[in-house]
Each structure stands twice: as C-alpha cells, then as structure tokens.
C-alpha cells in the first residue's frame, strides 16, 4: 500500500468558511455526502507553457492548485534560492509589498515557469468541472455539481423514489441513517447526512444538512446549510438567496469575498452552525448563524454572534 502525505494551504484557520470551520476543517467538510478531499482522492500531459494569473486571454485551461513532486523539486528551489540571493547583494529587490525575492519564493511565479521552459513540468488535464469553496455558502453550488456528476456515473449513490419513502425530486443523496419521513419532499440538489431526522411535511431544496440535525414537522429549509447537531422547529421558514455564478458568462464566479456591500449584508445562503435552534414558525432569512444559539425570533439579512 503506498502512502502519502497531501498538503492543504494556507495559514488561515478557515476563517472565510466559518461558521462551519468551526467544526471540521473545510478540506474534510462533506460534499454530495463525502468530504471534499475525497472527491479528488476519487478522481486520481505536459505543460509548455505556464502563466500565474494572466492579465490577458491564454488559454480557457486552469490551474487547480493540486500538486505532485518528486523529491527533485528541492533542487530547483535550492537553485532559485541561491540566485535571488546573487541578485540581491547586486541590487535591492524589495517590491511594492515590501519583501525581498531572496526570502520568499513564489511556487507558480519562480519555480512553475522555469520548469515548464525546461520542459519537466507535466499535468493532469481533465473536462470534469472545477469550482472554488471558498465561503461556506459556495459549498451548496459545488454539491450541485457533485450531485450531477453523481446521476452521470454513480447514480447507486442518489436517492430514488420508493414506496414508503420520500418524494424526491432531481438528484439528492441521504445517508443511509438518516430517518426521513415519507410525506417529506427533498430536492433538487440536497445532501442529508448521517443520523439526520426530517419529520412529516418537510421540504427541502438546496440545501445540506449535516450530521444530528433535526427538521421538525413542515419545516421549509431553501438554500441553506444546516449545521451539526442543529434543530429546525415545525413550521418554521430557514431560507436564503443562491449566490450561483452566471452559466452565460464565460468570466462569471461566485463572488465569496464580499459579505457586506453599501453596509449591509449581502443576500446569500443562510448557515446554521453546530447545534443552532431555531423555534417553531419563525422565518430566518439570508442570515449565518454562529453555533450553539437558542433563537427566539425571526431574522432577516443577519449576523448573529
């Protein structure tokens, strides 16, 4: 068996993905029902030419972000180490940002382009979609992707529907534990993870819910992700806004660095965090939800901390 060791950046603790890095880091959070790594794990020609960021149109093929070396590459780190060294006692290389070249080297920008010039740098190329997780809102777009690829070459993953089940509508995944009652309606684009409980009435579109949650009789859960151990009370309204990027533009992404815009909070999925309770027959709308709080009322376009 070989074994390997898989590095995952950067020096932040998940902040952009909270609350939901609260409880598990956002590589090992569960996508379509499996946590994100596992998808790349699942899916395991030369370059001639790379450029980091290109100002101008090169070519509609990117970069993921996944790498593999052989111990090799130290090599070629020492060697560019050594020369910004050289070049720094010629001259004084400190940029804009006010760090010198000699200490800090730059992946794609010093060491990807020399190797592609000497033709030692190789890729992966494959048509399957690529899309960024970068916010906990992004998860619900990428699961849907997931969730399509599902009904292409796993369909034994997805739910069906069976006499004494569900209704289900597209494609949906629940976990095996989950105790789901039979007038429910789950989908499109639903995962429901282990030990879930959705009781009579329930609907849910768009959404995640992870592992212990609870959804009371005629809840309505839309664009949301609902957080461990979390209890939606019966007749109570958990919705947010889809934060989808255009499919007619060819430049379009989510936008998942702009939680405010003109001082107010921007419409986007709603997040519960770890063991939120939301009372019966309240709406929370476009909100997030910091874990272990007992609301008591409706909130709309909300942080609550």
């Known amino acids: 068996m070989l074994k390997a060791v898989i590095l995952i950046g950067g020096p932040q603790k998940g902040t952009r993905f909270r609350p939901l890095s609260f409880e598990v880091p956002k590589p090992l ?7 994100m790594l596992q998808h790349h794990i699942e899916a ?19 970069n993921c972000g996944i790498y593999l070396f052989t111990p090799e590459i130290f090599q070629h780190i020492g060697a560019v180490f050594q020369k910004n060294q050289q070049d720094m006692l010629l001259d004084d290389l400190t940029n804009g940002n006010g760090w010198h070249r000699a200490e800090a080297i730059r992946l794609e920008q010093d060491i ?53 089940g569900p209704r289900i509508s597209g494609n949906v995944y629940v976990h095996p534990t989950a105790n789901i009652d039979p007038t429910a309606v ?24 992870l592992h212990g949650a609870t959804l009371q009789d005629h809840s309505c859960v839309l664009n949301c992700i609902v957080g461990w151990d979390s209890s939606v009370g019966k007749w109570a309204r958990v919705e947010g806004t889809p934060s989808d990027p255009n499919p007619n533009d060819p430049y379009a992404k989510i936008d998942s660095e702009t939680l405010f815009r003109d001082g107010k909070l921007t419409p986007s999925i709603t997040i519960l965090g770890c063991n939120v309770t939301i009372p ?26």
Do not use: M
């Not at 959070?29 to 946590?35: I, R």
């Open 186 to 209: 789950l989908g499109p684009n639903v995962s429901i993870g282990t030990g879930v409980t959705i009781g009579a009435g329930v609907r849910v579109r768009e959404s995640i819910i």
């Open 44 to 62: 395991c020609a030369k370059v001639l030419h790379y450029v980091e960021k290109p100002s101008t149109f090169v070519s509609d093929i990117i």
């Open 280 to 305: 019966a027959e309240v709406i929370i709308l476009n909100s997030i939800v910091l874990p272990h709080k007992d609301l008591n009322r409706s909130f709309k376009n909300q942080i609550i901390l």
């Open 112 to 164: 990807f382009t020399a190797l592609a010039g000497q033709g030692k740098l190789y890729v992966y190329k494959t048509p399957a979609f690529w899309s960024q997780i970068k916010s906990a809102g992004s998860a619900i777009y990428a699961s849907r992707l997931y969730l399509n690829q599902y009904h292409k070459t796993h369909k034994e993953r997805l739910a069906t529907n069976k006499d004494g």
């Open 29 to 35: 959070f569960p996508v379509a029902g499996v946590p």
